[in-house]
Each structure stands twice: as structure tokens, then as C-alpha cells.
């Protein structure tokens, strides 16, 4: 059974931090590249972050890209994005994607409300 559980979302006053996690299992997580998208309420889901399967490539939406760092244990099957600087733009439920284009499977978390409020 397929599951990508995000962890480590909440409420934090601008400027502040946080860290996401995304635990995944039962695929096989090195082979897929993994990716942060965000939706707002009102909007369509983009792309934040996104990881190569070995961690070589990574790319970032222009709004993030210099406060938020995308990483990968792939030991651990746990991606992870960390977030500083945070604006109240950046106010969103944050999904862990899955993603291995060479069969065209893709799974999605259940996502993680990210809040940023004074």
C-alpha cells in the first residue's frame, strides 16, 4: 500500500520557520523524484520544490526559490522542505508528490496546512 505522509505543518508569524517532512512507503522511493506543491485557498495547486530521484537535480518556484531548501533521505524514504522567511503568501496546504516518469506513476499525500499569520 501505497502512503506519503506529510508532517511538520502549522501556524507561524511571518519572517519564521518551518520544516516539512514526507514519509513515504510502499513503492520504491529512489526511483521516483519527489516534489512540494502548495494550494491556497481559491487557487490551483503549483509546484514548489522538486527533487530527482538521486538528488542531483532540484528546482524551485521563483516565489521560494533562496528561503526554501528541498531535500531527500533516501535511506530514510523521507523528503523534507525548509522553510524560511515565510510571508503570508506562503499560506497553503503543502503535498508531498510522487513521481517516476519512466512508468508514469505518480502518488500524492494527504497534505499539511502551512499558516503564516501575525
Known amino acids: 500500500q501505497v502512503q506519503l505522509v506529510e508532517a511538520g505543518g502549522g501556524l507561524v508569524q511571518p519572517g519564521g520557520s518551518l520544516t516539512l517532512s514526507c514519509a513515504a512507503s510502499?513503492?520504491?522511493?529512489?526511483?521516483?523524484?519527489m516534489s512540494w506543491y502548495r494550494q491556497a485557498p481559491g487557487k490551483e495547486r503549483e509546484l514548489v520544490a522538486r527533487?530527482?530521484?538521486?538528488?542531483?537535480?532540484?528546482t524551485y518556484a521563483n516565489s521560494v526559490r533562496g528561503r526554501f531548501t528541498i531535500s531527500r533521505d533516501n535511506p530514510k524514504n523521507t523528503i523534507y522542505l525548509q522553510m524560511n522567511s515565510l510571508k503570508l503568501e506562503d499560506t497553503a496546504v503543502y503535498y508531498c508528490?510522487?513521481?517516476?516518469?519512466?512508468?508514469?506513476?505518480?502518488?500524492w499525500g494527504q497534505g499539511t496546512q502551512v499558516t503564516v499569520s501575525s
Open positions: 508528490n510522487a513521481r517516476w516518469l519512466a512508468t508514469g506513476s505518480v502518488y
Open positions: 510502499g513503492f520504491t522511493f529512489s526511483s521516483y523524484s
Open positions: 527533487i530527482s530521484s538521486r538528488g542531483g537535480s532540484i
